[in-house]
């Protein structure tokens, strides 16, 4: 494997780099590990859990392949979680002179479980009347209403993800076998054989104001209870799912930077809503979305770029851009830009929970 020795060194110097950048930060930083705070420096433990999001089963680094290709498409499977993810992603990728030989590719349905993408998968049926997909980015691979989602699959792809609908994201009994489902279809029928599998992890919601349920991004102690019950959280349950497919997954931190955003002072703090959202589920447009974007940008596209997240200039500050519900807007400006890219940096490198992020270059 001599031949990948460069290839591993450009591939790992973005994540290096950030290690160094966050050390001194993270020597006097309280962070939340499940439903411990933990103080003091990220541990070996912490660190393992990264390196394993970006080895391969035997040990070794990525295959070469994946940081070098000419072309790299993404194909996104989920819902609404994954609409409000991608809606600036293309404007990074502008400003950042991604080319457009890679692509991003969407398709959400509306609630869309796994269990629901996998109950097409199994029926080899085509997606619903209501569907959303298409191209985000660049020049894609060509995917239609008209092809079956098998056949959508088997296009040449090179990273595929999944998301679970935020609902029933804390339960980890919603997630199998059903991820066993998608993932047979992608090894099985995806002609990459280096395609990377990657599980977008959502944020916290509480839907209880409509009728809807609580899912928590963190586990806690139900002090009510008799018992003093745990209650899991998303956090939970995505460690869950990693411990039982290792490998053949790799973790998008999305909920992990939507809570570094909250825990700054840019979270409006409106009364009923939880921060950045427009109905306690959905992120509003500004901040809140752009958080989602850029770790989507950190995972995908950061080893092909000169430079750094940082380089993005981004600002949605036009009331046009931020319409909809008045809740959870949050503009992005020159003043607090970089604060939200660094929520999504840091959840790239610690994605097993919030961190306080530092809003100053002095911090």
């Known amino acids: 494997m001599n031949h990948l020795s460069s290839s591993i060194n ?20 309280q962070y939340h590990y499940g439903d411990v705070n933990h103080d003091g420096l990220i541990n070996v433990t912490d660190v393992n859990n990264l390196i394993s999001m970006i080895m391969t089963d035997d040990g070794s680094s990525p295959d070469s392949s994946f940081f070098y290709d000419d072309s790299r498409h993404v194909l996104m499977v989920g819902n609404s979680f994954t609409n ?19 692509s991003i590719q969407r398709i959400c349905m509306s609630n869309a479980t796994l269990k ?39 296009q040449d792809w090179d990273i595929i ?25 992608v090894l099985a029928n995806c002609p990459n054989k280096h395609v990377k599998i990657m599980f977008n992890m959502t944020w916290g919601t509480n839907n209880t104001n409509s009728g809807g349920s609580v899912a928590p991004f963190n586990g806690y102690i139900d002090t009510l209870s008799s018992d003093s019950t745990y209650v899991p959280g998303i956090l939970d349950a995505v460690k869950s799912m990693k411990e039982d497919y290792g490998h053949l997954l790799t973790v998008i931190p999305s909920g992990t930077a939507v809570e ?17 959202t427009y109905d306690n589920q959905h992120m509003a447009n500004g901040a809140g979305r752009y958080v989602a974007a850029c ?5 995908f596209f950061s080893d092909l770029i000169n430079g750094t997240l940082y380089d993005d200039k981004t600002t949605i500050t036009n009331p046009a851009d931020l319409g909809g519900s008045s809740y959870g807007k949050v503009p ?3 003043a607090n830009r970089k604060i939200i890219q660094r929520c999504a940096m840091y959840a790239y490198i610690h994605p097993w929970g919030a961190l306080t992020i530092p809003e100053t270059d002095d911090e």
């Open 10 to 29: 450009k591939s790992l110097r973005p994540l290096l780099l950030l290690l160094v950048v966050m050390q001194p930060m993270l020597a006097h930083s």
């Open 84 to 102: 409000n993810g991608v809606e600036y992603i293309d404007n990074i990728c502008e400003h950042l002179a991604l080319s457009t030989n890679h």
């Open 116 to 154: 629901r993408y996998a109950e097409i998968i199994a029926s080899d049926g085509y997606l619903p009347g209501g569907s959303v997909l298409g191209t985000i980015y660049g020049n894609g691979i060509n995917i239609s209403k008209d092809m079956t989602l098998r056949e959508i699959i088997s």
């Open 161 to 185: 993800t999944f998301q679970q609908s935020s609902n029933v994201s804390d339960d980890y009994s919603t997630y199998t076998p059903y991820l066993t489902t998608l993932i047979e279809c």
């Open 260 to 276: 570094n955003l909250r825990g700054t002072s840019l979270n409006p703090h409106e009364e009923g809503f939880l921060g950045f």
């Open 295 to 299: 770790i989507l940008f950190q995972v």
């Open 332 to 334: 992005v400006t020159d």
